[in-house]
């Protein structure tokens, strides 16, 4: 099992460019999620889903978009890249439920210049 | 509104002390989650501990212990003999589901430094 991996692990991107982050987890998970994680500080809820196909907003969805087509991956897209989007990116995983353990991936690190 | 407060934002202690690190968390739901991760220099997140809020049982992990208080609201986390490795930064979660919206809500998290 290699549990959530994320690709890449680090990316430069110019203003008004675009790019999506990958999320891919092997564990037959139904919840995934995109955090971001700005310096200093906690994580916050960029999007969620609760199984193919279903896809919501979290707290800072803004500027960002993003799909469910099967159960394993969970793409992130960046539309026009802006410096405020410079932050570290999660994405995690659980079984089902919402309250249960978030098993997250090793984190992809985004700077906009 | 959902709110999850690590007022401590630093501590540092010296190798086998004791280390208390503070969760505070504010919810009107009567059934939520707390968790504890841990964020190590090398940058993942490692979960520690899930809680829901009709267990306020202790727990007790080696030497990692949980005192969980509704009355007060507090959900704390404490090392005994802290050892270098447990220098990280660690926060306190909590999670929820109203009216079929669901909420995982971070702290800021403290970062703590155990000296040698």
């Known amino acids: 099992n290699a549990g959530v991996t994320q690709t890449p692990k680090f990316r430069i991107l110019k203003i008004g460019q675009s790019m999506t982050l990958q999320c891919t987890q092997d564990?037959?998970?139904?919840?995934m999620y995109w955090y971001r994680q700005d310096p200093g500080m906690g994580l916050k809820l960029i999007y969620y889903?609760?199984?193919?196909?279903?896809?919501d907003k979290g707290e800072v969805p803004n500027g960002y978009n993003v799909s469910r087509s099967t159960t394993e991956d969970f793409p992130l897209r960046l539309e026009l890249a802006a410096p405020s989007q410079t932050s570290v990116y999660f994405c995690?995983?659980?079984?089902?439920?919402?309250?249960?353990?978030?098993?997250f991936g090793p984190g992809t690190r985004l700077l906009v210049l | 509104a959902q709110k999850v407060t690590q007022a401590q934002t630093e501590i540092s202690v010296v190798e086998k002390e004791d280390v208390t690190l503070d969760c505070v968390y504010e919810?009107?739901?009567?059934?939520?989650?707390l968790f504890w991760y841990k964020q190590p220099p090398s940058g993942e997140l490692v979960f520690l501990i899930r809680?829901?809020?009709?267990?306020?049982q202790n727990e007790i992990s080696g030497r990692y212990s949980w005192n969980f208080q509704k009355s007060t609201s507090s959900f704390n986390f404490t090392i005994t003999a802290s050892q270098v490795v447990d220098s990280a930064v660690y926060f306190c979660?909590?999670?929820?589901?109203?009216?079929?919206?669901?909420?995982?809500?971070f702290g800021t998290g403290t970062r703590l430094k155990v000296l040698a």
């Open positions: 995690a995983s659980s079984y089902m439920r919402a309250e249960e353990t978030q098993y």
């Open positions: 564990m037959n998970h139904n919840y």
């Open positions: 889903s609760v199984g193919a196909g279903i896809t």
């Open positions: 919810t009107r739901d009567t059934t939520y989650y």
């Open positions: 809680r829901n809020s009709f267990d306020e």
């Open positions: 979660a909590l999670s929820e589901v109203t009216s079929g919206t669901y909420k995982y809500i």
